[in-house]
Structure formats: structure tokens, C-alpha cells
């Protein structure tokens, strides 16, 4: 962000301080109030929505500040550090419309005994300074995708890191799954975003340990871009142990968060954070997840959100990979093993991905079928006659006799006392 932001885009950092992540209340009072207005009645004690059943003055604070002077034009959102009233008059809305938003009078007392957190300019200043941008709906940089989560959609993003968010996620995968990862699961989780980065297709996880780290590592490894979305805020980082990951990540992809910067993460905060992964991307896989996971959460906000849900199988006898067995047999999850599996789910229809699904080539899959055919009839212990062979085979015997010599060349065959046999490992 350069120069001064806009009221708008300030007043979503003051939101972001004052509303847990996915408020409904929030998101519909957003689609009837400009942020600022919100931001402005907070500030006030007043209901953003005023109706036909008035609160009293203090409902969001013991003394109200007065209201601007001119409260026909607006004024500075700050005023030497501190929040002041912006809005503009507005009619008096019925009560009927602020009941059509479920318990919008309760999430206002709780965002109102908050206001003390909103931040001065000064710290937006300096967390500016260190790299950090805000992203809003609207902004070049806002991935539309977003929009389906409807009123649990994020009030504002912040944003670290060299890759730009919207097109990164135009073609993203989510890579999810246990924190206690498996060797198994590891090893696979970090070999598929190692492909599909190389495929470019940008990565996104939690940054969390297991799957999480192993997907965002696999696709450094490529060179590729991937995204962590982190349930703290940027400066607190968590986990801890991941900041060299972290550093990694924003030199080469982008670390994104919608809580505050300095915000810890907390237990909700973990499952809300798993609807952005899961709305960022264009599917969602999960490679090993206990019957008892968190990351049954975003598997169920893809799922709810109809983008395609994918799991990778694994040992029958692995309670890691009872999550993914349930996911495919209960919620039709589509079983994939690598990132040829999962492109051929979801890049769009016609795009080239390599050609027919073949195993390892091996060299007599080079013979012709003639060929092959007198290979098939070479006894692979005791030795036959070519007669014998072109009987077994079907040709004729000067047919088998070519065919032998050939095959005899290639190193396929070789002869014994009683004629001719198939060479071990051929």
C-alpha cells in the first residue's frame, strides 16, 4: 500500500481487529454498510442500522462520544491516533431489516468491547513498512474465487510475500492432511506438489507441520509458487519452527492471513482459517488424515463449496489413512495417486496431459506382434525346437526361424542342449 489508504480499506484493518474470521453477522451487515460507516457507529455507540426500535445511547458504550460536528461530510477515520465518527446521515432503516441479520445486536456488543484493539496509525504504518500489504474485495490483487463463501467471505487479507495472490490461485491445488504425517504420506505429499508445480500449478496449504510443510516444501523444490494460509497473523507466525519456511514461502510465493498481524492463532481459528484454503483453490486433496482430523474440515468446505475433492489411499492398516477412506467411500471423493490423477480431475477439458496412461516400458514392448508372439512360445527352463515353437506361436517355420535368430540377437533367447529358451529377467 503507498500513500494513504483509503477510509474503506482502513476501516476493514479495524474490522479485522474487531471480528473473528467467517462472522456472519459481519459479512451481512457488510452487503448493507460501507466499512466505514460500521467502523463510525462502533466508535459512536451507535447501531449501524437505525430502526424502528431504538437502543439506548450506550448500547456499545457506557458514554458515546459525540458525533461530528458537520455530520453531513465526512472526516479523517483517525484523529491523532484515535477513532472518530465518518458516516454520513443515513434514512432510518425499519426493524425489519436489521432482524433479518441472526444476531447482529450481541456480535455488536462483542465488536464494540473490542474497539480498544483497533490499531493506530502508526502501527499500520510500520507493519506497511515491513512488507505487509491489505488486501480488500475489489483490489486487483482479490481472488474473486473468494466470493463463494458468501458472508463468511474475509473481511480483508493480509498479504507477505513476491507472488501476486489472484494469479497464483488461478491455477491452485490445496494439498492437505495429518500434522502427524507418515513417511508414507509425507513422501507422496511432497512428490505431488513437486509435479504440479513443475506442471505450473501453484500449491496451497495451512503451513502447518506434516502434509502441510511437506506440500509447500515439494513445490519450493520445484521452483513453483505456493501459498500458506497461517491461522496467526503474519508477524506472530505460527508454528514457530516454520519461519525459515515462512521467509522461503514469501521470497517465492505469498503468506496470507486474515487476522491481525500480531494475532496468535486460536483452537476455532484453525478450522475457520481451512474455508480460505479450501475456496483459494481450484480442488482440494487430502493425503492422509485420521478419522478424527481437523482436515475434515476443508475436505467439507470443498465439498460445500462443489469444488472437486480428492484423497490419496493408503495402507489398510494405517489409522492416518482412515480419513481418506472415508472420504472416498462416504462423501465420493475421487481416489488419485499422483498429480496426473489430480489434473485429470481438474484442468479444464482438452488440455493436453501426456498421452495414454501406460506402465514402465519395457524392451520387448519395441517387438512386433509376430515377434512377440514367438517370444511367448520359448519355454523359459528346459529348451524347445524351432518346430515346436512355430507350432506354439502359430507361424509358419521359416517364420519362427527369423524370429528366433532375432530375438536370439537382441539378447532375448539363447540355446541350450535341447534347443532354444527365454534368457532370465527378459
Excluded at 496449504?205 to 519450493?220: N, V
Excluded at 482412515?322 to 462416504?330: L, P, S, V, Y
Excluded at 528346459?382 to 515353437?389: C, E, L, R, T, V
Aim: net charge neutral.
Amino acid at each position: 500500500m503507498m500513500g494513504a489508504p483509503d477510509e474503506d480499506r482502513l476501516a476493514r484493518a479495524v474490522l479485522s481487529h474487531l471480528a473473528d474470521p467467517g462472522d456472519l453477522a459481519l459479512g451481512a451487515l457488510l452487503r448493507r454498510c460501507r466499512p466505514v460507516e460500521i467502523v463510525a457507529a462502533l466508535a459512536a455507540g451507535r447501531h449501524p442500522l437505525p430502526g424502528l426500535s431504538q437502543e439506548p445511547r450506550g448500547l456499545l458504550q457506557a458514554d458515546a462520544p459525540p458525533g461530528p460536528s458537520e455530520p453531513g461530510e465526512p472526516v479523517g477515520l483517525w484523529e491523532a491516533g484515535g477513532l472518530r465518527d465518518v458516516s454520513r446521515p443515513r434514512e432510518a432503516r425499519g426493524g425489519r431489516e436489521r432482524r433479518d441479520i441472526p444476531g447482529l445486536d450481541p456480535a455488536l456488543k462483542r465488536w464494540g468491547a473490542r474497539i480498544g484493539q483497533a490499531p493506530t496509525t502508526a502501527q499500520l504504518a510500520e507493519w506497511f513498512q515491513d512488507g505487509l500489504r491489505l488486501i480488500c474485495p475489489g483490489d486487483p490483487e482479490w481472488p474473486t474465487q473468494l466470493d463463494a463463501l458468501g458472508d463468511a467471505s474475509p473481511v480483508a487479507l493480509w498479504l507477505r510475500g513476491s507472488a501476486d495472490l489472484r494469479f497464483a490461485c488461478l491455477q491452485s491445488i490445496s494439498i492437505v492432511g495429518a500434522r502427524a504425517a507418515s513417511a508414507y504420506g509425507s513422501h507422496v505429499g511432497t512428490e505431488m506438489a513437486a509435479a504440479l508445480a513443475e506442471r505450473g500449478w501453484a500449491v496451497v496449504s495451512g503451513g502447518a507441520f506434516g502434509i502441510d510443510s511437506c506440500a509447500h516444501r515439494g513445490a519450493l523444490a520445484a521452483d513453483g509458487v505456493t501459498v500458506a494460509v497461517l491461522a496467526s497473523g503474519l508477524d506472530y507466525g505460527y508454528p514457530k519452527g516454520h519461519f525459515e519456511l515462512f521467509e522461503a514461502i514469501a521470497a517465492q510465493g505469498v503468506l496470507v492471513s486474515e487476522m491481525p498481524p500480531d494475532r496468535r492463532p486460536t483452537r476455532p481459528g484453525f478450522l475457520v482459517r481451512n474455508r480460505v484454503i479450501a475456496a483459494l483453490s481450484r480442488g482440494t486433496v487430502v493425503v492422509e488424515a485420521a478419522l478424527r482430523s481437523g482436515t475434515f474440515s476443508t475436505a467439507a468446505r470443498a465439498r460445500d463449496l462443489c469444488r472437486p475433492l480428492m484423497a490419496v489411499p493408503g495402507p489398510v492398516t494405517s489409522a492416518m489413512s482412515a480419513g481418506c477412506h472415508e472420504i472416498i467411500r462416504e462423501w465420493g471423493a475421487v481416489l488419485v495417486t499422483g498429480a496426473r490423477d489430480v489434473l485429470e480431475h481438474v484442468a479444464p477439458v482438452g488440455e493436453e496431459l501426456g498421452g495414454a496412461r501406460r506402465g514402465p516400458a519395457v524392451p520387448r514392448d519395441d517387438l512386433d506382434p509376430v515377434t512377440r508372439a514367438v517370444l511367448e512360445a520359448v519355454p523359459s527352463r528346459a529348451g524347445s525346437g524351432p518346430a515346436s515353437i512355430a507350432v506354439s506361436a502359430g507361424v509358419d517355420l521359416d517364420t519362427a526361424i527369423r524370429c528366433l535368430g532375432s530375438l536370439a540377437a537382441a539378447g532375448f533367447i539363447e540355446r541350450s542342449e535341447k534347443g532354444w529358451r527365454a534368457r532370465k529377467n527378459q
